[in-house]
């Protein structure tokens, strides 16, 4: 009952009420400390009071709470060590990490935990010391792998093609070989180990996504923005690319270029999943993958139709026509094609002035142009503007985010070798097996002066008062109005003098 009524406080938006009834329902907890402690139950969905706080973006409570980890080591003048216990932020042991709790939520609120202290201190540690260096390093790993796998498909298997032409439109000089005429010559052994590479990578990253897909769920794990969902997708598709062209190739199947072609196209795309460690990149990717999978998106609906109507109508005009003088619609996939380009005037209108046109066309074109070109490109730019206005007021909250994720997919990847553990074991100061990380704060000189200052009138006013008390007791009944004339007396001088050292507290502010 105490830990259901402690996740109840955390959800309260009275937030200074539910931590004074948090620090009431703790103290008559009998297991303060060890597994039994009621702060460390978790509920139904494996969050504990904590983990919870940070989820909901309750900024108050959780200050609250890491206040209560905090042991200050010693102090300094305008200088204080802190330890703070990372024992449930820390994802280095942790199934399910605080840090990718934070940045997989919907909640902007829960994204402002990543500035709090230690919170903060914790990432940027992670990040300069293993984070952004490994990152770095797959990032020139997988662009030369990528190099690799492009080779590999501009020097793939071809042989002169035998046959007869069967169409006056049939372009085709090359065809691709047998697999037994594919790996003869020396070149060809060359590219045979490119080849290898570019399969054992492909199933390298089916290793490493699926049982994260499996561990989160495939709406989480594709839907976020922060986690990288768009280009998880790609990454996945392209290695499956990879591994259907290969079963091509084994098979000697023709139209290996439809996979292989997908693949280049996927391959490259993803590098820009490697602009996140950047800060200066790192915000446009977001945009872009905002703008593809929500602008555009809706987008793509709209000029579907708008193309599908137009590419129709103009194929049924010049469905009668010759179409060696107008070949841009001489069959529908070829009206389709042309008309997305007419839509986003990648080309002019087709025309040629040795023939007559049908009047039709002069009408339908007119249309076209009126609706797509100043109707829906307009809109779509509006569409793209807005939403970089919005998302350039959080994007470096976003990025933030962005890294912090990086961070904990890196920390799950590689092994514990490669990625100690951050932090200090409290053995080493008495604390028990907990972890803390050790923060140095320094405090503005000319705002610990004012606290000395603040602190010695508190001292003053305290000492006068309790000389006018002590005065006030030891007199009779007798002396009561020559005392109490006195006190006043004795705190009109204090208030004078206290009054006189706030003046200068105020001139130094």
Not at 140 to 150: E, K
Not at 199 to 219: K, N, S, T
Not at 264 to 286: D, K
Not at 462 to 471: L, P, V
Request: aromatic content about 12%; some cysteine; glycine content about 6%.
């Amino acid at each position: 009952i105490g830990n259901t009524v402690l996740h109840i406080l955390v959800l309260q938006p009275h937030k200074t009420f539910a931590c004074h009834m948090y620090s009431l329902i703790l103290s008559y907890d009998r297991n303060k400390e060890g597994p039994g402690s009621l702060e460390l139950i978790p509920n139904n969905e494996g969050l504990s009071p904590f983990k919870l706080a940070g989820v909901e973006g309750n900024t108050v409570m959780f200050q609250y709470l890491m206040q209560k980890r905090k042991q200050n080591l010693w102090s300094f003048g305008p200088l204080t060590t802190v330890l703070y216990d990372i024992t449930e932020i820390d994802s280095w042991a942790e199934d399910q990490s605080f840090l990718e709790l934070i940045v997989s939520t919907k909640k902007r609120e829960a994204r402002q935990i990543l500035d709090l202290t230690p919170v903060k201190e914790l990432v940027s540690l992670k990040w300069n010391m293993y984070g952004r260096p490994y990152f770095c390093f797959l990032a020139l790993f997988y662009i030369l792998y990528m190099v690799c796998f492009t080779m590999c498909c501009v020097y793939r298997p071809l042989k002169p093609r035998t046959g007869n032409r069967t169409s006056s439109r049939d372009n085709t000089l090359y065809v691709q070989k047998m697999l037994q005429e594919s790996y003869v010559a020396y070149e060809d052994e060359l590219r045979l180990v490119g080849e290898l590479i570019t399969v054992i990578g492909a199933v390298v990253i089916l290793v490493l996504e699926i049982p994260d897909i499996l561990r989160v769920g495939a709406a989480k794990y594709f839907g976020q923005t922060i986690l990288g969902g768009p280009f998880h997708i790609i990454v996945i598709t392209y290695a499956c690319m990879i591994l259907v062209t290969m079963v091509m190739r084994l098979t000697s199947t023709t139209g290996e270029v439809v996979p292989m072609s997908f693949a280049l196209v996927l391959g490259w795309c993803n590098v820009m999943y490697f602009a996140r460690g950047f800060q200066m990149l790192g915000p446009f990717t977001i945009m872009i993958q905002k703008m593809i999978f929500g602008d555009l998106m809706r987008f793509c609906w709209l000029m579907a139709v708008v193309i599908l109507g137009f590419a129709s109508a103009f194929y049924i005009i010049f469905q009668t026509e010759n179409p060696e003088n107008l070949g841009q619609f001489y069959n529908y996939p070829m009206s389709l094609f042309t008309t997305f380009e007419l839509f986003l005037t990648i080309i002019d209108g087709p025309a040629n002035y040795d023939v007559d046109l049908p009047f039709m066309y002069s009408v339908v074109y007119f249309a076209f142009a009126i609706i797509a070109t100043l109707l829906m490109l307009n809109l779509l730019i509006a569409m793209m503007g807005d939403t970089h206005w919005r998302v350039a007021h959080e994007q470096d909250e976003l990025w933030r985010a962005q890294v912090v994720a990086t961070t904990v997919m890196l920390e799950r990847k590689l092994p514990r070798c490669l990625w100690p553990r951050s932090g200090i074991c409290g053995r080493e100061f008495g604390l028990g097996d907990r972890w803390y990380l050790r923060i140095e704060d320094r405090v503005d000189p000319s705002k610990h002066k004012m606290m000395r200052y603040t602190e010695a009138f508190k001292v003053q006013d305290r000492d006068n008062y309790d000389k006018g008390s002590e005065k006030l007791e030891s007199s009779g009944d007798t002396l009561c109005k020559k005392e109490l004339s006195a006190l006043s007396l004795s705190r009109s001088t204090s208030r004078t003098s206290s009054h006189r050292g706030w003046e200068i507290l105020r001139r130094n502010t």
